[in-house]
């Protein structure tokens, strides 16, 4: 099955700089990622996502890039704000697997100084 | 849009009880929902899979006669926690998927927190 890898598990910036979060994949039949913010007793919420037939997206200040032949995608949050604050989980999908499940990696808690 | 709602949200019961979990879409109808559970500073732990109108499908290692899952209309499914005992304890979330072309994205319930003492 797909095994998903997600770095780093804790990531501290100072309010304004960049964060970059990466995840690998394991099964190059894998076209869907999406990456989900969840905050502390909260639901994930998807915050952006990017299919295999597209190298990069971005939304305001979220982007995030897919290299398949390295089997890798990363999010990049600009201009962090201390709301920004939070774990964040991507995810992999494999098309036919049986109903499209998703794998997680194992989060990235984000924290945002002021 | 796509939203989902989970109940109850919290659930502290006596070891032996049985308890049901709902989770519905409310703006859109979904063929499929997913059962999943997180322990603390841990990540999402896909239990199952539920079909409406067929069987769920079952991760490796999760007991489907401890896990009822029944996904018996397009906006709802259910998970009852059978004879639940401590170690059961943890976050379960539902999430539902919009029927459409390719893969779309799952929308995640508020989650419900099972306390079991």
């Known amino acids: 099955g797909e095994n998903v890898e997600q770095h780093p598990s804790t990531l501290s910036v100072q309010e304004g700089d960049s964060a970059v979060i990466k995840c690998t994949y394991s099964d190059s039949a894998s076209n869907y990622f999406p990456w989900y913010k969840q905050e502390l007793g909260k639901r994930p919420q998807l915050i952006i996502d990017?299919?295999?037939?597209?190298g990069e997206k971005k939304d305001q200040r979220i982007a995030v890039t897919l290299n398949k032949t390295a089997k890798h995608f990363s999010l990049h949050i600009t201009e962090t704000q201390p709301e920004d604050s939070a774990v964040y989980f991507c995810?992999?999908?494999?098309?036919?697997?049986?109903?499209?499940?998703?794998?997680f990696g194992k989060g990235t808690m984000l924290l945002v100084s002021p | 849009g796509a939203v989902v709602s989970q109940h109850p949200s919290w659930v502290i019961c006596k070891s032996g009880t049985s308890v049901k979990i709902e989770c519905r879409s409310l703006?859109?109808?979904?063929?499929?929902m997913f059962w999943y559970r997180q322990f603390p500073k841990q990540s999402l732990m896909l239990m199952a899979t539920?079909?409406?109108?067929?069987?769920?499908?079952?991760e490796q290692g999760v007991e489907k006669d401890k896990f009822l899952i029944n996904h018996a209309s397009l906006t709802l499914s259910t998970l009852t926690v059978t004879s639940a005992h401590p170690e059961d304890s943890s976050f379960y979330i539902c999430?539902?998927?919009?029927?459409?072309?390719?893969?779309?994205?799952?929308?995640f319930g508020d989650g419900t927190r099972l306390s079991i003492l």
């Open positions: 995810a992999a999908s494999i098309p036919g697997s049986g109903y499209s499940t998703l794998t």
């Open positions: 539920s079909n409406e109108g067929s069987k769920a499908t079952y």
């Open positions: 999430s539902a998927r919009v029927v459409g072309l390719g893969t779309q994205p799952q929308h």
């Open positions: 703006d859109f109808q979904a063929t499929t």
């Open positions: 990017i299919r295999s037939n597209v």
